[in-house]
Structures are given as structure tokens and as C-alpha cells.
């Protein structure tokens, strides 16, 4: 009898969990700090969170900044001042669905649309008429293809790009090797809400911190400005929605690696090599054959998946190399 009672409760936890809500952590000062220096602009009726800060004087020159999955912007935060000393504008956004800005549910997130919200951002700034360099990491990176794309089509709306500079992004998904926890909530169908129901501080910072290196993992205070970034308009619970990039991926592998090969714009990856999600040497060696006019920083071999944070100096550094180059 006490263990079948056991085996119900044992069964009733998760099924309690789904339903329960728990509150977002409260954001910590420096996670405060960045959201009010922020404003919010409007698509479609959803609030945009983006910064923009104006730097160097003389110089004319805008950076806009593209962060990975399943963080945000404040991905950029070790490397925003050393840009603002460079360029005139440094602009960075909060996609849909991530950090601050909203996250509808249920909603068809997708690249395309991402890409459509970087475009109103900068009409919204009043740069549809200046080129931009435009910063890119991880599922940035994606984004990054697509308004390429846009560019060398002349779509209408399009941006004015300068430069594009990569970084530790699935470029070629046959050197893209997602985590178990993102092949699970892709394809989890009915078993998708119930992981993220369940996923808290502990289970996020040890998935994430697995994408780190060893030496330069985040500390516990930023795993938790991420993690509240995540829960911040329940962002957890939109996740498998968001994490359809990877199928769009390889759906549309042809126009965005095709962007690529065919630009004349400079080009530029900065690159991690301890990165287990696109490893080395397989993915660099590919990057090379592929984009062979493209230059490349390899940074430390300890670096991985997130350089911008794990070294900001050697990123910081390689990214200036570049944009010095033309």
C-alpha cells in the first residue's frame, strides 16, 4: 500500500509542476541597469526591447548586434563599451521571444520574421538609408544570413550592410550539432511543455555552462541574470517554439549559405574553437572550403561556444582587426 501511495506522488510532482507557475527571479542591479537603459519599439502590436548608445565622436559608422540562443542581448555587455569607443552608434536588440522583449504563445517564431524586427528597429532608429555593420552570434548568425540575403536581393525594406562579422554559429547544419535538451524540446511534441514546465535555475545553468569552457565559465550571478532573462515574460515556455530555427536550418539551407558564397560584402568569423556545438577542426574546415574569401580569428583553444563573454578582450580585439581592415 505505501508504495503505491509512493508511486502516485512520485507520478503527481511533474504532473503538479506542469501546472504550476512559479514567479520569474527579480533582475539583479547590473540586469536592471541594462533593461533601463533600453527602450521598447513596437512590431505588430509586441514591444521590442533594444539599446542603443551613441560613442565615438567624428565617426559615423552603426554596429548593430545580433545575440545567440537562448540568452539575449546583454550577451554583449563586456564588449559595449570597448564598441561605443569605435563606433557612433551601437545598437543591440532583444529578439522576439527572448530577454525582454515579448514572447507570444502560441506563435510561429521564426529567422524570417527575426530578421523582418531588425529592419522596422532600424527604421524605427531612422537608419533605413545607412550601412551597417552588423555583429552576429549563434542563432544571430541565422539572422544575420537572411538579411544578407535580403541585401544582395534588394528586397524592399532591406538593410544597408557594411559588413558582416560571425561568430560560433550552426552556418552549415551538417556541423551543427544541437545539445540533447534542444533536440528534445524540438521535436518533444506533447512531452515538450512538461520539460519546460520543469526546467529551473539548476537544470538551465548546467545545460548552458556545458557550452562553456572550463576555465571560462560564467559565474553563478551570470547564470542567473541569464536564467532571469529566460524566465522574464515566461519566456521558458516558449523555447520548443523558438528552437524550430534548427529545422529552418537546414530547410533553407541553399538561400542562407547561399548569401554567404555570393556576398561582396567583408566578411569576417570570430570563432571558439572548444565549441561542442560546432566543433573543431570539422566546422572551420568547412568554413574555409565554403567561404574562402572570408577571414578568420580563431581565438584560445580554451574558448567555446560563447567567445564574447569567455574572452571579451581577444573578441573585442579580433573585431576592431577587421572592421580596421576596409
Known amino acids: 500500500m505505501k508504495e503505491w501511495w509512493l508511486q502516485v506522488g512520485l507520478l503527481g510532482v511533474p504532473l503538479l509542476a ?17 533593461k533601463s537603459s533600453g527602450s521598447f519599439f513596437t512590431y505588430k502590436d509586441l514591444n521590442i526591447f533594444y539599446r542603443d548608445s551613441s560613442g565615438a565622436v567624428g565617426s559615423s559608422d552603426v554596429v548593430v548586434l545580433l545575440h545567440g540562443f537562448p540568452t539575449s542581448s546583454y550577451d554583449w555587455s563586456k564588449i559595449w563599451e570597448g564598441l561605443t569607443q569605435r563606433f557612433h552608434r551601437v545598437i543591440a536588440l532583444d529578439f522576439l521571444g527572448f530577454g525582454f522583449s515579448d514572447k507570444p504563445r502560441p506563435h ?40 544578407l540575403h535580403r541585401y544582395e536581393h534588394n528586397k524592399t525594406g532591406s538593410i544597408l550592410i557594411n559588413s558582416l562579422c560571425l561568430s560560433n554559429g550552426g552556418i552549415f547544419p551538417e ?11 524540438k521535436d518533444g511534441g506533447l512531452l515538450s511543455p ?17 557550452v562553456f569552457g572550463p576555465y571560462t565559465q ?26 524550430q530555427y534548427i529545422n529552418q536550418r537546414k530547410k533553407h539551407r541553399e538561400r542562407w549559405v547561399g548569401a554567404l558564397m555570393s556576398t561582396s560584402v567583408p566578411l569576417h568569423l570570430i570563432y571558439g574553437p572548444l565549441d561542442p556545438v560546432n566543433p573543431h577542426p570539422e566546422f ?23 567567445p564574447q563573454l569567455e574572452d571579451p578582450t581577444g573578441f573585442l580585439n579580433a573585431y576592431l582587426n ?5
Not at 536564467?227 to 515566461?234: E, L
Not at 577587421?322 to 576596409?326: C, E, G, L, M, V
Open 284 to 306: 572551420l574546415q568547412l568554413y574555409r572550403k565554403v567561404l574562402p574569401t572570408s577571414t578568420v580569428s580563431v581565438l584560445d583553444d580554451h574558448i567555446s561556444h560563447y
Open 218 to 243: 560564467p559565474s553563478q550571478a551570470e547564470f542567473w541574470d541569464m536564467w532571469t532573462a529566460v524566465r522574464n515574460n515566461d519566456g521558458n515556455l516558449v523555447m520548443d517554439s523558438v528552437l
Open 108 to 147: 510561429g517564431y521564426s529567422i524570417f520574421e527575426q530578421a523582418t524586427i531588425v529592419e522596422g528597429l532600424l527604421r524605427h532608429l531612422g537608419l533605413r538609408h545607412q550601412r551597417i555593420n552588423l555583429l552576429s552570434h549563434d542563432y544571430g548568425d541565422t539572422v544575420a544570413q537572411e538579411l
Open 322 to 326: 577587421f572592421i580596421n581592415s576596409f
Open 194 to 210: 512538461i520539460i519546460l514546465r520543469l526546467m529551473n535555475f539548476f537544470f538551465f545553468s548546467g545545460g548552458l555552462g556545458a
Open 18 to 34: 506542469v501546472y504550476l507557475h512559479l514567479p520569474p527571479p527579480q533582475p539583479s542591479p547590473a540586469l536592471r541597469s541594462w
Open 175 to 185: 556541423t551543427h550539432y544541437p545539445r540533447l535538451i534542444q533536440k528534445l524540446l
